[in-house]
Nanobody, 120 residues
């Protein structure tokens, strides 16, 4: 069974870069045809897809966050990483990694989530 685990700092200051890593076990991030996504959920709001890295290494971002988002992967560690620059308090959210295509919030495999607060 595929398992995902997010890791990163729980607190980030405004204007800094938020960085989170997802470690995958029980399956390879290079296995076809899977998508490895980052999703967030602000308090009291719905899920928002941020971006994904495909098994092939191709990357796609949400247009609304594209200018501030970077996703990379380390196949030797079976990890993929999110960086979101110039964060504001509106970036406070639960951040999830998942084996899921863009905008698909049911099914697949998900991490437990990492709560990130953006505050000075």
């Amino acid at each position: 069974q595929v398992q995902l685990q997010e890791s990163g700092p729980g607190l980030v200051k405004p204007s800094q870069t938020l960085s989170l890593t997802c470690t995958v076990s029980g399956g390879s991030i290079t296995s076809s045809p899977y998508y490895w996504s980052w999703i967030r959920q602000p308090p009291g709001k719905g899920l928002e897809w941020i971006g994904y890295v495909r098994y092939s290494g191709s990357i796609y971002f949400s247009p609304s966050l594209k200018s501030r988002t970077s996703i990379s992967r380390d196949t030797s560690k079976n990890q993929f990483t999110l960086q979101l620059s110039s964060v504001t308090p509106e970036g406070t959210a639960g951040y999830y990694c998942a084996q899921a295509p863009a905008g698909v919030y049911v099914g697949g495999y998900w991490g437990q989530g990492d709560q990130v607060t953006v505050s000075s």
